[in-house]
């Protein structure tokens, strides 16, 4: 396989496709209502931030994406199947659906390569020599291709963090969910995830992501999305939305976070 | 440095410093021994009172084994021999009884001719799970494995060769039978069920008749051994390397019902685990050895060894459950939503992800659970089985060692250390080795 059929995860595809519709969506955890009547439709090639304060649910919503977390009424579907107890659906759904989490999550007794080459190999089948010259394009393309035979725990924050992103790419996902991805990183290595993220995103994947990183909504993003007390508050795209905010809640939380 | 110096705040350094190797006076041996025994009064008292302690110890101890008697047929014959070399009623052990003995407290009461099979099963043992043991051998021989207890039944029990040949030509059968469904587009379940109907058919109306024939044709027997023949340390090995391989995958599977968001698996679990620890594990032997035959259908006559082993294995099995279970919930949340996120199923994310290193946290309690179930063993001395210490009661039973107490169960409990501290070893040097590979998360 070359490495020019390899470039794209998917070329991008003409808008218009939806990627994940989410209809009247609530969850609680006990009594506790923490997604209240969510309506949000994703198209295929958007980038979308989710930013507002924390517990506002904006890290639930994502999971309920790729069912790390149930919801209890409402549709959710995502790229044509919908989430239900259903395992077989829980199960291509989240073969289709990529995530980045904050704390990186990589499997600590598997080297970088092993990592991104594990869930191609059993899940999607694919023979082992061809999922290794996968992760190595992937790999390449996050920029630590010399890191390949390294345990986790050898590497620093940002390149532990691309490594979760190329193994999430190495599954081919036709969407990329990011879970505050630099918050747990240190000032100097936020910018190497960002622009991996920025890179991504110039390429038409389909993204959302929870993040506080005004600087790579404005610059990526398609729309912006504000959510408090489990509930979109505002969403826009984001020079009308860092501009123009309309709700109140939304300008104290931009003032609060752009002020400093 | 200059005075001006010293007084502005402003510092700029210019040239980075070398690292250099710590004063001698604080490293080696000379330190380990200043700070660790003669670091002030109380250290110095202390060390002195210890010497005093072992000296006292082994003042008694070492002459009485040192001056043994190794080549006498009776007791009486020993305590002449020593008054002969040493004088009367100085302390001196009677190793003779080890070397009159040894062939029993080895074998118990096996045939004497078939001596060579017990150790070569115990090769064969060894062999088959070294693999297993070191990850840096080609994992070819893991093919090995299958086959081992086939070939270890069949040295140490005896008899026909295609007995348990035939056995595993069944289970063969069911997994060529499963792996065909699998690969046919068949569903796990369906291909589950063809692979056992398949071994079950086999086994119930194939495996017999065909084992009588190949029997006949060409006889390759080894005289039979019954149970109640083994004793010694063949014994002892038996039922403990049987309790420890087969306690492990079943301590693994209860350890992960317990955990199982389903509620009906993980109380099944829960009452199995509080049963079967909350009850001495002598009891568990008695009931073995007299309540089972009450509960299995009249006619079942079961080997006491198989009940015995069966016993041991469900006893580990609980403790180890619940040192897994510390070890699974050792591992960060994280690691479980990764591999779901990655579209892993239960089974692969439990396999490839989650065991392996929960599995790795339990090690010490694991080995520790094992060297416990291997001690044990010699509980059964007290269902009527000639394990080492069974044994010293009827090798004391004869005229000629009446009255023998300490050299037997010195011996005995020598072997003893040296089997669990090689297990102990084993576990710290698995323990640094995958420290080394698997760095933690961070």
Redesign the interface.
Known sequence: MTDAALADPAPRPALGEVAVQITGMNKWYGQFHVLRDINLTVMRGERIVICGPSGSGKSTLIRCI?R?EEHQSGRIVVDGTELTSNLKNI?KV??E???V?Q???????LTVLENCT??PI??RKVPKREAEETAMHFLRKVRIPEQANK????LS?GQ?QRVAIA??LC?RPKIMLFDEPTSALDPEMIKEVLDTMIELAQEGMTMLCVTHEMGFARQVADRVIFMDQGQIVEQNEPEAFFNNPQSERTKLFLSQILGH | MSDTHARTVAFSRDTMLPPVPPPVRETGAVRWLRENLLGGPLNVALTVLSLVAIWWALSGFLPWAWRGIWDASSLTECRARRDELYGPGVPAACWAIIAERWPQLVFGFYPQSGYWRPPVALAVFLVAVMPVLFPSLPRRMLWLLPPAPFVIYWLLWGGSLWGPATVAAGFALGWGVWLLARRGGAGAGLALAAGVAAAALWWWWIAGPLAGTLARGVPLALQPVLSKDMGGFTLSFVIGLSAIVLSLPLGVLLALARRSEMPIISTVAVVYIEIIRGVPLIVWLFTAQLLLNYFLPRGTNFDLMLRVIIMVTLFAAAYLAEVIRGGLAAL?K??F?????????YW?SMR??VL??AL?ISIPGIVNTFIGLFKDTTLVAFIGMFDPIGLTGSIRATTAWNGIYWEPYVFIAIVFFVVCYAMSRYSIWLERR?ER??????
């Open positions: 790729n790390l199960d989240r073969s659906v990529g995530m989490f704390h990186f999550n990589l499997f600590p007794h594990l869930a059993w899940v345990y986790p725990g050898q924050g532990q193994r999430s599954m | 960060p994280g690691q939503e990764a591999a779901d996120a990655l579209g892993l199923g692969q490839l992800v392996p290193q790795k995958l590979e698997h760095r933690p998360a961070t």
